[in-house]
């Protein structure tokens, strides 16, 4: 082999190790590894996310000395939403020993499921992934909170029902479905087939492939010519912006547009003005106007401790950042609190989410309070399934149009826990519970 050979091979490998290398961690603290994506087609979606997670957390080290007098120990590794490059940097951070490991990609998430139990390392699928994780009993390890994608469409149902009068007057409706065309999009189509048959409509799908997220011309053709009467999305990255961009340009009715609760700010307002009237569900607030943020803005932000540009802190996105991280700090000193250790471990956060209890007097001392509503996990219930709100761009910012709409819980627990046990009988022998739910919950 020739010196240049020797070098170049050496080269490519300590490039390789350098992109999932995170430095030691020291010993009185936790580690918290982040998943995100800066680069790719997903970018425009989490950038934002990524900024809000890490300056949360960041605050917490800066403003506190970390969590019960613990340091955060926080690395990203870059995943580009590719789900290779998130298993990769998922077997890079496993020998650190995360007290969690939080995907941000359903394509991540599913394969690490059957990991999780075997790695003691929770997961922490923020209202993303498999909806039927929510059943804590069969997945003791995944954790999807506040609410899942089944949720989700049913809460976006009960608010087109509201709007027609009533769920009943949905009967010889047509809605319409456009959806990222991989395991996030099909995911709730399931409950779509059920929720037609149960209410009468007719449910119109036009899946959208990664590869064509930018050229949707076809799907919203179809509209054209099916002229349902409401379109329901779940997008993401660069699908959500030419979506909307589609539906302005086919003069399709914006308050009649209601997607999952992904879309930024950007999205909407890179159609312009036609985009005035295009909705989203919410459970949180899209502004900085919460102490919380203020908190992130002084030790973070204007500390220069920050990759996010200042107007992007308290929008949609960011603040869905913040929540994330808020969920995953508070797990760690549940997880404290109950064991009563300072460094704790996957294991120990596992319980904490079991035992996450944050009331409004707890949003109050978070400085969240009016930033969103309360949460209650269990043993048995690893989700929540929170009421949600509905808000709708005014062609500048996103603003509260709905009060708080809780999921059709009637029709979404059945399948969940129907879907739960599927998924165990497909996947046995599937690991049990390693204590019973009912000694806790």
């Given amino acids: 082999m020739t010196n240049l050979k020797a070098s170049l091979l050496a080269l490519a490998a300590t490039t390789a190790l350098t992109a999932f290398a995170f430095p030691a961690q020291a010993e009185d603290s936790v580690f918290v590894p982040l998943f995100t994506y800066r680069t790719g087609p997903f970018a425009g979606s989490g950038i934002f996310i990524a900024d ?21 120990a926080v690395e990203e590794c870059e995943t ?9 940097c998922y077997e890079a951070v496993k020998p650190k020993n995360p007290v969690m490991v939080n995907p941000w990609s359903t394509g991540i998430t ?25 059943q804590g009993d069969t997945f003791p390890w995944i954790f999807n909170p506040p609410d899942t994608y089944w949720d989700g469409f049913s809460q ?16 010889g ?12 999009g099909r995911e709730p189509l399931p409950l779509i087939e059920q929720l037609a048959k149960d209410y009468g409509f007719e449910a119109k799908l036009y899946p959208v492939a990664a ?5 949707q011309s076809a799907q919203w053709l179809n509209v054209r010519r099916d002229r349902p009467d409401y379109m329901v999305m779940y997008g993401w990255g660069a699908m959500q912006p030419t979506a909307i961009k589609e539906a302005v340009k086919t003069n399709y009715p914006m308050d009649k547009f209601i997607s999952i609760w992904w879309p930024s700010e950007d999205d909407a307002r890179g159609a312009g003005d036609g985009a005035k009237g295009f909705k989203m569900l919410n459970w949180h607030g899209s502004t900085p ?3 919380v943020i203020k908190d992130v803005q002084k030790y973070v932000v204007d500390a220069g401790k920050s990759q996010s540009p200042k107007e992007k802190v308290g929008t949609t996105l960011y603040n869905r950042g913040v929540y994330n991280s808020m969920l995953i700090a508070e797990a760690i000193r549940t997880a404290q609190q109950v064991t009563g250790k300072k460094v704790v471990t996957g294991e120990d956060v596992r319980r904490g989410l079991e035992d996450l209890n944050i009331d409004a007097a707890r949003l109050k001392a978070l400085g969240m309070e009016g930033f969103t509503g309360p949460i209650k996990l269990s043993c048995s219930d690893h989700n929540g399934h929170r009421p949600t709100f509905v808000q709708q761009w005014d062609g500048t910012k996103y603003v509260k149009v709905s009060d708080w709409i809780e999921p059709l819980s009637d029709k979404v627990q059945p399948l969940l826990q129907a879907d739960a046990k599927a998924y165990a009988e497909k996947n046995a022998p599937w690991p049990a519970r390693t204590e019973a739910c009912d000694a806790r919950s």
């Fill in 156 to 171: 976006i149902l009960k608010f087109i029902g509201g709007q027609e009068g009533g769920l009943d007057k949905l009967k």
């Fill in 173 to 184: 409706k047509k809605i319409g479905y456009i959806y990222l065309d991989a395991g996030f």
């Fill in 289 to 291: 106007d919460f102490p």
């Fill in 80 to 88: 580009g939403y590719d789900t290779k490059k998130g298993l990769e």
């Fill in 110 to 134: 599913l394969p690490l499921i059957p990991r999780a139990a075997v790695d003691k390392i929770p997961i922490l699928s923020m209202a993303y992934g498999l909806s039927a994780s929510a």
């Fill in 52 to 72: 809000g997670m890490h300056d949360y957390l960041t605050m917490l080290n800066e403003r506190d000395g970390g969590i019960g007098g613990v340091k955060i």
């Fill in 211 to 215: 590869a064509e997220m930018q050229n």
